[in-house]
């Protein structure tokens, strides 16, 4: 599946409920980490990046939505960054792509929650490799989201590698 090109994301979503049945829970995690700084960054390449990080996000939540709103539960979970909360100079885009995941979830909270669908993200506040005990914790605030009860909902977690 090509996370920038929306199209590719709405058939990944029909195959899947196609397959399996409904879909209780989407996570995007999708990000192009590319190292470049302002002057280094190519305007096509800057907009391509942010149309992986931001924009495939946005097409997953809003291919997914309508039947989770539908039934009234589910969950729309995002993959955040730190560069939200502290951006990197070197790496200009993933840190605005970043910034964009959390504003999308902040943006999506209310009306997704309106309708019984929990919206959120975990910014992760540093590199966290696979396999690793700060992955499975990761995971962990992932899960402590998805199990909130629905009126202790909250919109993100943050977790910082020790």
Known sequence: ?????????????????KQHG????????????????VAEQPSDTFNSDLTVNIGGALAAAQAVAPKM???KSGAILLMGGGFALA???DYLSLSIGKAGIRALAQGLFESLREK???????????????????AQAVADHFWQLY????????????????
């Open 69 to 71: 709103e539908a039934r």
């Open 147 to 162: 199990s909130q009860s629905k009126d202790a909902w909250t919109v993100e977690a943050t977790y910082t590698p020790a």
């Open 22 to 37: 409904q879909i209780d829970v989407m996570h995007y995690n999708a990000a192009l980490m590319r190292k470049a700084s």
């Open 87 to 89: 951006p990197s100079p």
């Open 116 to 134: 019984g669908v929990h919206g959120a993200t975990v910014t992760v506040a540093g590199f966290v490799s696979p396999e690793t005990k700060e």
């Open 1 to 17: 599946m090509d996370s920038s090109d929306r199209k590719s994301v709405v058939k990944l979503v029909a195959e899947v409920e």
